[in-house]
């Protein structure tokens, strides 16, 4: 009779551990690009759009930067976000290349995440005129690239990842059966 208080009781402590962590696992993320994660483009854009899987804000005035080789630093006019997707206005310069697209937004829960795409430029873009390298008006001029993390990840920041929830209410769960098994087998 024991056992199966204990066990029931081992059970909902477990199902509360694992219920806990679910809103940790709420948090939005990046479902699409344009340009797309891997694209190889033939002309550079003139726009980039991030879509995600819920409502974003800005983190900041400078969200996001497109870098790319030769120390190519895009011209990125201003973000604009409409619930879930962020677009932004961008000049392109620079040679042939693997090009990363950082970006960085705030979550409804106040969660910033941060995270880039990467994709190649098969031809050079076009020089801007002298007339066009300075930005428009309303439009913030790239600054240089901060580090971000890898390739296509996105990354709460000040959050526990999922993975150590998981694990955490595993091990609670397996310690809980192991003492159980222990305290019935010495009553026998």
């Not at 580090?147 to 091990?171: D, K, N, R």
Request: hydrophobic share 45%; proline share 10%.
């Amino acid at each position: 009779m024991r056992f199966k208080r204990f066990g029931a009781s081992l059970l909902v402590a477990g199902l509360a551990l694992m219920g806990a962590a679910t809103p940790a696992m709420a948090h939005s993320e990046l479902k699409s690009s344009d340009p797309a994660r891997g694209a190889s483009l033939t002309t550079p854009p003139t726009q980039i759009k991030l879509t995600f899987s819920g409502p974003v804000t800005l983190a900041d005035d400078n969200p996001i930067q497109i870098t790319g080789p030769e120390n190519a630093s895009w011209t990125v006019g201003r973000a604009e976000v409409a619930d879930t997707v962020v677009t932004a206005p961008v000049q392109a310069v620079g040679p042939a290349g693997e090009y990363t697209l950082r970006y960085k937004v705030a979550f409804d829960d106040s969660h910033a995440a941060s995270g880039s795409v990467k994709f190649t430029l098969s031809a050079p873009a076009a020089a801007p005129s002298p007339s066009s390298q300075a930005p428009a008006a309303g439009q913030a001029p790239a600054s240089s690239a901060s580090p971000a993390p890898q390739a296509g990840e996105t990354t709460p920041e000040g959050l526990v990842p999922a993975w150590v929830w998981i694990v955490l209410a595993v091990a609670v769960v397996v310690a809980g059966l192991v003492v159980a098994l222990r305290f019935t087998r010495r009553k026998d």
